[in-house]
């Protein structure tokens, strides 16, 4: 029988105990098998024959394999046989790209197998950090005694919580955003780019967190409900999944605002200022006229006399500053 031969790391509990760090691929057919114990088996970067090697020791359907690496997965639940096979994504915010164009968001994709004793996940590179996770075992170690279920609640817990954090630094950045929109003077490009850039950092998270609420229903309705602890465990993940749902779609109202508002204020101030130049081109246009019309090569009132001028003058700052006056309690000017 084949061995996966990518990285290979676990750890197994009994009653809540942990009695062995470092489970190896050739000890994962016989601890699947276990009474009594829980273990976790993680896979870094398998290729398609680790995977097809651990369907054989694990007497896994056909159809996981492809599942399991099939590219561009959405998160979902698929039963295969009496195992569960599950894809989620969890989210972080790089640093800010140069460009509009520059992707800031990182996905990084968790596969996994849910067997009665045994969780395998299954990540194609190490950018997702498992220390974490962990964690949270070692610290939830009597949670074991419910089984499987209690490290997939784990695992699930740390993917939402990044969930929340990516949310939250968008939050923090959409307030910036109106900040700056509501500043004195216009925003700039980089203000538009900002946007463009937030819409598609948005548009990308929505599309691995809106789907965990039917993970996480699915997982909660095949699983069978003992009234236990782990069952309030996962309601609370749950309503973290409702509430990390809702937070994103509010952002996309937002930032839906926010693109809206910026058209809006722009609207405004090239109203202001068209009827800034229409207020000047017609006081402009006052000089402009009588001094064409005293300028003709015809006798007029006043013709070849300083009193032709003074009168000119006169009608010029008259005009004028009528004018003037009336745009601007029109608050034209």
Same mark, same amino acid.
């Given at each position: ?108 994709? #968790? ?10 996940? #299954? ?27 209690a490290l997939l609640h784990g695992l699930l817990d740390e993917v939402v919580d990044g969930h929340f954090a990516t949310i939250q630094q968008l ?78 779609e509010s952002l996309r109202d937002l930032v839906t605002t926010i693109f809206e508002a910026n058209l809006s204020l722009q609207d405004s101030r090239l109203n202001v200022i068209m009827k800034k130049l ?5 006081? #402009?246009?006052?000089?402009?006229? #009588? ?43």
């Amino acid at each position: 029988m084949a061995i996966p031969e990518c990285v290979v790391h676990g750890l197994a509990w009994r009653d809540g105990v942990l009695v062995d760090d470092d489970v190896t691929a050739e000890e994962i057919a016989a601890v699947a098998r276990t009474d009594g114990t829980v273990a976790w088996v993680d896979l870094l970067n398998p290729s398609r024959q680790d995977i097809v090697a651990l369907a054989d020791r694990l007497d896994l359907a056909p159809t996981a394999v492809d599942d399991i690496y099939g590219p561009h997965e959405r998160p979902k639940v698929v039963r295969h046989g009496a195992n569960l096979y599950f894809t989620v994504y969890a989210a972080r915010l790089g640093p800010a790209g140069a460009s509009a164009s520059a992707e800031r968001l990182v996905i990084d994709r #968790i596969s996994g197998l849910v067997l009665p004793h045994l969780l395998v996940t #299954i990540r194609l590179d190490n950018e997702f950090d498992m220390a974490p996770v962990i964690q949270r075992w070692l610290e939830n170690n009597d949670l074991l005694r419910s089984g499987v279920g209690a490290l997939l609640h784990g695992l699930l817990d740390e993917v939402v919580d990044g969930h929340f954090a990516t949310i939250q630094q968008l939050d923090d950045e959409i307030e910036d955003l109106e900040d700056e929109l509501f500043a004195d003077g216009p925003p700039g490009q980089s203000f538009v780019q900002r946007v463009y850039r937030f819409r598609k950092d948005l548009v990308k998270l929505r599309r691995v967190v809106l789907p965990m609420r039917e993970v996480v229903n699915a997982l909660v309705r095949h699983r069978e409900r003992d009234g236990s602890d782990l069952d309030h465990w996962f309601d609370d993940l749950y309503d973290h999944v409702l509430r990390a749902s809702e937070w994103t779609e509010s952002l996309r109202d937002l930032v839906t605002t926010i693109f809206e508002a910026n058209l809006s204020l722009q609207d405004s101030r090239l109203n202001v200022i068209m009827k800034k130049l229409a207020g000047w081109g017609a006081i #402009i246009a006052i000089p402009t006229a #009588i001094t064409g019309w005293f300028g003709q090569n015809v006798p007029y009132p006043g013709f070849d006399k300083p009193s032709g001028l003074w009168m000119s003058m006169w009608l010029i700052l008259i005009l004028s500053g009528g004018l003037f006056v009336m745009f601007r309690r029109r608050d034209w000017l």
